[in-house]
Nanobody
Framework: QVQLVESGGGLVQAGGSLRLSCAAS????????MGWFRQAPGKERELVAT????????YYPDSVKGRFTISRVNAKNMVYLQMNSLKPEDTAVYYC??????????????????WGQGTQVTVSS
């Protein structure tokens, strides 16, 4: 079992930056692919960034590519999301997620097994 706790959300002006952190419990953290998802009011939850177990492979949708960077430090059980050039449309609750990746899944199609409680990111115009 994995428990995830996000931190680092807040209010920032458009064009600014934020760094989200996710602390994971459990001795098998390095076995999991990790991801960040977000959900804005009235919208479905969407994938923002994912990273494989080793950190050597990442995936971003076009909406954040070039602006967001996901990273992990397995020795510390930590995952990060560096968000630059933030836009008002990035406003959402951001969730950290963990997935063991079944044989049919990739980091682009992951369906997480575990979720954090979320952290609010608000970008003002």
């Amino acid at each position: 079992q994995v428990q995830l706790v996000e931190s680092g959300g807040g209010l920032v002006q458009a064009g600014g930056s934020l760094r989200l952190s996710c602390a994971a419990s459990g001795r098998t953290f390095s076995s999991y692919a990790m991801g960040w998802f977000r959900q804005a009011p009235g919208k479905e939850r969407e994938l923002v960034a994912t990273i494989n177990w080793s950190g050597r492979s990442t995936y971003y949708p076009d909406s954040v590519k070039g602006r967001f960077t996901i990273s992990r430090v397995n020795a510390k059980n930590m995952v990060y999301l560096q968000m630059n050039s933030l836009k008002p449309e990035d406003t959402a609750v951001y969730y950290c997620a963990a997935d063991l990746l079944s044989p049919k899944e990739t980091i682009a199609t992951m369906r997480p097994d575990y979720w954090g409680q979320g952290t609010q990111v608000t970008v003002s115009s």
